[in-house]
């Protein structure tokens, strides 16, 4: 049994979470990206440790009842596991008794893997963003809607 610990990102779990981040995404988030995140009172970077490994990340904010994720990723040697489906669903159940209406979030078109995990979670395809990143890329812009639960439930 693998002991999976979820916690919120400090300052100290910067140089790790820059390595999980060079080592496996061809897009890696900077140190600037990260420390913003961490000085934004509206964000919330989750890290997920896998017998005291650090294996995966999750960032998102939370606003008017919108979780928007803004970044999701898990250290290759940790992929296909359902640790990036375990972020996003504990990001939501935290969110849920605080109003979630919906989710959120931008995917690079090309982002096969991501799209397919965000389709496993029920997000639909709600549009594309011409040219969104910097590099030129479109992205795809997804929703997840709660469903609402009916009173007595
Ligand atoms: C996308 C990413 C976060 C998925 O992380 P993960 O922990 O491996 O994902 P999970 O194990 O939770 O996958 C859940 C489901 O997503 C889908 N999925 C995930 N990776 C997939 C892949 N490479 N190909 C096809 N489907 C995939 C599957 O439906 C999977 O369920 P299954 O394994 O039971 O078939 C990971 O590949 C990654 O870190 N990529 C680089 C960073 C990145 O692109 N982040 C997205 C930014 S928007």
């Known amino acids: 049994m693998n002991a999976i610990d979820i916690r919120p990102m400090t300052r100290a779990d910067l140089p790790a979470v820059l390595e999980l ?25 989750d890290l997920l440790h896998l017998d ?17 994720v803004l970044n999701v990723a898990t250290a290759p040697a940790f992929r296909r596991r359902g640790l990036a489906r375990r972020l996003l669903a504990e990001a939501m159940d935290r969110c849920r008794p605080l109003g979630l209406e919906r989710v959120l979030l931008e995917v690079r078109v090309s982002n096969a893997a991501a799209i397919a995990l965000y389709e496993s979670h029920g997000f639909r395809r709600d549009g594309v963003r011409k040219r969104y990143y910097p590099d030129g890329e479109d992205a795809l812009l997804m929703t997840l809607i709660i469903p609402e639960v009916p009173p007595g439930n």
């Open 21 to 45: 981040e060079r080592g496996g995404f061809s897009h890696p988030w900077t140190e600037a990206m990260f420390v913003a995140e961490l000085d934004n009172p509206q964000a919330r970077v």
């Open 52 to 68: 005291g490994w650090l294996a995966a990340y999750l960032c998102s904010w939370f606003l008017c009842g919108e979780l928007h």
